[in-house]
């Protein structure tokens, strides 16, 4: 890849080293930061940012290690980065929306909104929401591999992303199984843009973003990223060498994944998918409890309604082509967690989200109290 650098292991040890606190350390934050940096050390990560919202107590925030390891530049609090997957928990409470003002139903076939997907007509808006459509993964897809992969800055239409799903489809029958598709949450994003009447961007600005104050949060279709922001990496977490990743165009994921936000704006949101606030109590029932045992894609235990089910939290995490990010909610005590990491793994663990795993250190921390 161009401009690719290379960094040793203890650079990156050195990296984690760096630290930049929100606020005051007390008991309760010193084993955060331990639960943290184990996490780190173990992986191997460049940066994290994280956020430990419980009720009666100030914020933690932290950011640890650096944005940039050949400036040797350090991690900032309000660095702007993707939220990858993440977008999918925003797509689907959109959605949600759109069902309790009976716009639509969640037994709305898809052929409805976009014709031409096999088994359209059986396929409902709640099978693409739950991951059970049986629609394959575009980005899974040979044909997008090789044009993702010959131009990582190119600029896709959601009916190109759909289009290269369609010869691998159906994959099983509608509600038969789960199968975690980016394809689903582009397709129900495409239906957002139809029934709103705007586009899928400014469906989110209007019912999330400006309810929420979430200021720094954006659907973009530009490459860039504002700053501050991170530099991303593949991190080998075997050996600890680094290697730059470039900055991909967020049309290749679209309602699945292009979103980008800050540590402050992904907290807010956390606490905001996980109590429902912006869908209502019935709706958020639903959401949660119409979920299925996962078998691929993200390490849930199960995955409801755009929302996933992991140590008894609710949430999304997101992670691909060098970022990492987590937003969970804890119903039992309303505490909220939030990460980003500037890395994906390699090694032989891609399957690794080093945000989920950072979450799950700090959620083990949260349950002793």
Not at 169 to 196: C, D, H, I, K, R
Not at 275 to 293: A, F
Request: with cysteine; hydrophobic share 40%; charged share 20%.
């Amino acid at each position: 890849m161009p401009d690719t650098r290379r960094r040793s292991f203890l650079m990156l040890m050195a990296a984690s080293l760096a630290a930049c606190y929100g606020n005051d350390t007390t008991p309760m934050t010193t084993r955060y930061r331990t639960a943290v940096d184990g996490v780190m050390k173990r992986y191997r990560a460049p940066g994290a940012l994280v956020s430990v919202r419980y009720p009666g107590e100030p914020e933690w925030t932290v950011a640890l290690g650096e944005n940039d390891l050949a400036g040797h530049v350090p991690a900032r609090l309000d660095n702007v980065f993707p939220i990858r997957s993440i977008t999918k928990s925003y797509t689907v409470t959109v959605l949600l929306q759109l069902v309790r003002e009976r716009a639509l139903t969640l037994d709305d076939p898809i052929e409805t909104w976009v014709p031409g997907i096999p088994n359209g007509t059986r396929i409902s808006l709640g099978d693409l929401a739950g991951m059970q459509s049986g629609i394959a993964d575009y980005s899974a897809a040979p044909a997008f591999t090789k044009a993702f992969g010959e131009n990582l800055a190119r600029a896709f239409t959601e009916q190109e992303l759909v289009a290269y799903a369609i010869p691998g489809s159906p994959v099983f029958a509608p509600g038969a199984q789960y199968e975690y598709s980016n394809t689903n949450t582009v397709l129900l994003g495409m239906v957002v843009a139809q029934v709103t009447g705007v586009p899928l961007g400014e469906a989110l600005r209007a019912r999330i973003f400006a309810p929420l104050g979430l200021k720094r949060t954006a659907y973009p279709s530009e490459v860039a990223l504002p700053e501050p922001h991170a530099t991303p990496y593949d991190v080998d977490i075997n050996t600890g060498v680094a290697e730059t990743l470039p900055l991909i165009s967020p049309t290749a994921l679209a309602g699945a994944g292009a979103m980008t936000s800050t540590l402050d704006d992904l907290a807010t949101w956390a606490a905001a998918l996980g109590d429902g606030r912006l869908i209502g109590p019935e709706l958020q029932k639903l959401r949660v409890e119409r979920s299925r045992v996962v078998t691929n894609g993200p390490e849930y235990e199960r995955y409801g309604l755009g929302i996933g089910l992991l140590d008894g939290w609710i949430g999304h995490t997101g992670s691909g082509v060098g970022f990492s990010a987590a937003a969970m909610y804890d119903p039992r005590t309303t505490a909220t967690v939030a990460v980003s990491v500037n890395a994906t793994p390699s090694g032989g663990r891609r399957d690794l989200n080093l945000s989920q795993e950072i979450f799950s250190a700090l959620a083990a921390v949260v349950a002793t109290r």
